[in-house]
C-alpha cells in the first residue's frame, strides 16, 4: 500500500441546511488513479471542491501531504494549489487567450522563465495532448473534446503532483472517450502524477481507476478496487455499478402521494 | 401591518447586507498587487478596454451636446442682447455639470455593463475558479486592474468630453451663429475658475469614476452564474450606476456650493 497524497478525515458539509457529506473518511493514494463516483447529486464535485480548499468542511479535515488544507491562509492555499492541476468539465479555458496563451498562462504566472523555455514548454504539453497544431486557435474555434484537452495541457503545465478530472467524460462522443481516457492513463503514468476523477461514467472510468470510491447520500457506501465493486452486494454499489433505473436510488424525486395531487384541484 | 414592517426590515438587511459586500469586495481587491512585471501591461490593457474604447461615443456625445448648449444659449442670451457672454455660459454648464455627468452616465452604459458582462460570463463558464486553482488570486488579476482602468479613464474621459463640447459650442456660437470669436473666448476665460469650476468638475468624475467602476466589477463577481443572472447584473450596473451618479451629484454640488 502506496503513502496517501490525500486524505479525508471525517469531513461533514452542509450547504444552505442540507448535509452533503456526513462524517466521510477516505484517502487518495499517491501515484495511483482514483474514482469518486455516484449518482448525480451526490456532492462529487462538492468534494472535489473541499479537496482543493474552494470550499471549507462544517466538521473534519482535509489533508494535502501533511498540510491541512481547510486550515491555511488564502496565501498558503494559492501555494499549494500550484502543486495541483484540475481540469474543469467545460474546461474553463480563458476565452480572451489563444491555446498557445492558456497553456502558457500559469507558466507566466508562477515561474520566471523565460519566453523561449516558456515555447518549449507549452508546445511539450500540447503534443502530449495532441494539439500542438492548433495553438493559435482560441477557445470558440475548439470542439468541447479539444477545448478539455487543452484545458487538460494547462493543468499539466507546472507539472503537478495531483491532478483532479471533474466530470472528464460527459458529453463526450466514444472515439473522444478513448482519447481521453488513454490520455489520463498515460499522463498518470508517465509523470507519476496522482489522479482523482469524479465520474458518473462507469466503464470508462473502471477501466482506468486503481480504486473507486463510491458515494451516496452523504456517505461512502462502497470503497475497493473495480473488479471487486461490480460485485459488491452493497445495493447503492449495485445499482449504480450496474445503472439500475430503480433501487435505492428512487425514480421519483420525494412527493405526496400521486392520486392525492391529481385529485387536489386550485394548486400548482 | 407587521408583515409590511417585516418586509421594510428585511429589505433594509438585505440592503446594508449587499452594500457590506460591496465594500469588502472593494477593500480586498484594492490591497491585491498583482505580480510588479503584469501591473502596466494588466492596467494599459482595462485603460484601453474602458477609455480609449470609450472615446467614439464620449467625443460625439460632447460635440453634439455642445453644439446643443450653445444653441439654446445662444437663442437665451440674444433676447438679453448678451450673446458674447455664450463662452461662460457653455464653458461653466459643460464643466461643472454636464461633462462629469453625462461622461459618468455614458461610461456606465458601455464600459460598466461591458465589465460586468464579462466578468459575470468569466464566473459562469468557471474561468475565475479555475485561475483560483492555479493559484493565481482573481481579485489582484482580474478585479483590481478593472477598478483602476475605471478609476483613472472616467476623470480623462470627462476631460476630452469637457474639451469637444467647448469645441462644439464655438462651431455653433462663433462659426455659424456669428457671436464674436475674442469675446467667446475672453469671456469663457474671465468666468471660469480653476479651482472651483474644473477641479470641482473634476472631483466629481472622480468620485463618479469610482463608484460606476465599483459597481460594475461588483454586480459581475456577485452575478448568479446564468444567462439571466449575467443579463439582470448587467441591467443592475446600469441602473444603480445611473441612479447614484445622479444622487451623489445633487450632493457634490450641494456641499462645492456651500463652500467645502
Not at chain 1, 13 to 19: D, E, I, L, P, S
Not at chain 2, 244 to 256: C, E, H, S
Request: glycine fraction near 10%; aromatic fraction near 8%; hydrophobic fraction near 45%.
Amino acid at each position: 500500500m502506496s503513502e496517501a497524497l490525500v486524505r479525508v478525515e471525517n469531513v461533514s458539509f452542509a450547504h444552505n441546511g442540507r448535509t452533503i457529506f456526513d462524517n466521510i473518511s477516505l484517502n487518495i493514494e499517491q501515484g495511483k488513479i482514483t474514482a469518486i463516483m455516484g449518482p448525480s447529486g451526490t456532492g462529487k464535485t462538492t468534494l472535489l471542491r473541499l479537496l482543493t480548499g474552494q470550499l471549507k468542511p462544517s466538521s473534519g479535515h482535509v489533508y494535502f501531504g501533511e498540510k491541512c488544507i481547510n486550515t491555511l491562509s488564502q496565501k498558503e492555499l494559492y501555494k499549494i494549489r500550484r502543486k495541483m492541476g484540475m481540469l474543469f468539465q467545460n474546461g474553463a479555458l480563458f476565452t480572451h487567450l489563444t491555446v498557445y496563451e492558456n497553456v502558457a498562462f500559469p507558466l507566466r504566472e508562477h515561474t520566471k522563465l523565460s519566453e523561449s523555455m516558456i515555447r518549449d514548454v507549452v508546445l511539450l504539453k500540447l503534443e502530449a495532448v495532441g494539439l500542438r497544431g492548433a495553438r493559435d486557435l482560441y477557445p470558440n474555434e475548439l470542439s468541447g473534446g479539444m477545448a478539455r484537452r487543452v484545458a487538460l495541457a494547462r493543468a499539466i503545465a507546472l507539472d503537478p503532483m495531483l491532478i483532479l478530472y471533474d466530470e472528464p467524460f460527459t458529453g463526450q462522443d466514444p472515439i473522444l472517450m478513448g482519447v481521453l481516457v488513454k490520455l489520463i492513463k498515460e499522463l498518470n503514468d508517465i509523470l507519476q502524477l496522482t489522479s482523482i476523477i469524479v465520474s458518473h461514467d462507469v466503464p470508462e472510468t473502471a477501466s482506468i481507476a486503481d480504486y473507486i470510491y463510491v458515494l451516496a447520500g452523504g456517505h461512502v457506501v462502497g470503497a475497493g478496487k473495480p473488479q471487486n465493486l461490480v460485485a459488491d452486494d452493497n445495493p447503492h454499489v449495485q445499482q449504480f455499478m450496474h445503472g439500475l433505473a430503480d433501487g435505492v436510488v428512487p425514480f421519483h424525486y420525494p412527493a405526496r402521494d400521486f392520486m392525492a395531487d391529481l385529485l387536489s384541484s386550485g394548486e400548482k | 401591518m407587521i408583515t409590511f414592517v417585516q418586509h421594510v426590515g428585511r429589505l433594509g438587511l438585505s440592503i446594508c447586507t449587499e452594500v457590506g459586500r460591496a465594500g469588502l469586495f472593494l477593500s480586498k481587491s484594492i490591497w491585491r498587487k498583482p505580480r510588479s512585471s503584469q501591473k502596466l501591461h494588466l492596467l494599459a490593457h482595462t485603460l484601453f478596454n474602458s477609455g480609449v474604447l470609450s472615446l467614439p461615443i464620449i467625443i460625439v456625445s460632447g460635440v453634439f451636446i455642445g453644439m446643443v448648449v450653445g444653441l439654446q444659449g445662444f437663442n437665451i442670451l440674444n433676447k438679453f442682447s448678451v450673446t458674447s457672454e455664450l463662452g461662460q455660459m457653455v464653458a461653466l454648464s459643460v464643466v461643472r455639470e454636464l461633462g462629469p455627468v453625462v461622461t459618468a452616465l455614458l461610461f456606465a452604459g458601455r464600459a460598466g455593463s461591458a465589465l460586468t458582462a464579462e466578468i459575470g460570463l468569466m464566473k459562469a463558464t468557471e474561468q475565475l475558479d479555475a485561475m483560483e486553482m492555479m493559484g493565481v488570486d482573481p481579485l489582484g488579476r482580474i478585479m483590481l486592474p478593472r477598478l483602476l482602468g475605471g478609476f483613472i479613464s472616467v476623470p480623462l474621459l470627462t476631460i476630452i468630453f469637457c474639451a469637444v463640447a467647448i469645441w462644439g459650442g464655438d462651431l455653433i456660437g462663433v462659426k455659424w451663429l456669428g457671436v464674436d470669436g475674442g469675446a467667446f473666448w475672453s469671456n469663457m476665460q474671465n468666468s471660469v475658475d480653476f479651482r472651483l469650476d474644473v477641479v470641482n468638475g473634476l472631483i466629481k468624475s472622480a468620485v463618479f469614476g469610482v463608484v460606476i467602476t465599483w459597481m460594475a466589477v461588483y454586480q459581475g463577481a456577485a452575478a448568479v452564474p446564468t444567462a439571466e443572472g449575467i443579463s439582470h447584473a448587467t441591467t443592475r450596473t446600469v441602473v444603480y450606476s445611473s441612479l447614484l451618479v445622479l444622487g451623489l451629484d445633487f450632493i457634490l454640488t450641494a456641499m462645492m456650493m456651500g463652500g467645502w
